[in-house]
Nanobody
Framework: QVEVAEYGGGLVQAGGSLRLSCVVYGSGFSMLVMDWYRQTPGNDRELVAIITPGSSTNYADSVKGRFTISRDNLKNMVYLQMDNLKPEDTAVYFC????????????WGQGTQVTVPS
């Protein structure tokens, strides 16, 4: 079974940078579409960034030009480099994985808190 764990959150001043990491345990990492989501209390999870098995990427408009998603298939890891952080980036960030060929199977990490005070 696939398990996902993310880490690297913290408190960063506006304009600062932070890198989140996600480790995927199990086989088949190179076949997974990997996503970063974020969520604030009382709100739905927001899709932040996507990276495909072929390393094609896409981003939410709110983070374009500031966040970069990448993957290392040899280490089964995904990263989210966050630059020029803003208070509105404050959220719990979740790593998410899904097989490219499946519409029903997915995997979630436990979340890591990112706080950008105003």
């Amino acid at each position: 079974q696939v398990e996902v764990a993310e880490y690297g959150g913290g408190l960063v001043q506006a304009g600062g940078s932070l890198r989140l990491s996600c480790v995927v345990y199990g086989s088949g990492f190179s076949m997974l579409v990997m996503d970063w989501y974020r969520q604030t209390p009382g709100n739905d999870r927001e899709l932040v960034a996507i990276i495909t098995p072929g390393s094609s990427t896409n981003y939410a408009d709110s983070v374009k030009g500031r966040f970069t998603i990448s993957r290392d298939n040899l280490k089964n890891m995904v990263y989210l480099q966050m630059d020029n952080l803003k208070p509105e980036d404050t959220a719990v960030y979740f790593c998410h994985a899904r097989p490219l060929v499946s519409m029903t199977t997915d995997y979630w990490g436990q979340g890591t808190q990112v706080t950008v005070p105003s």
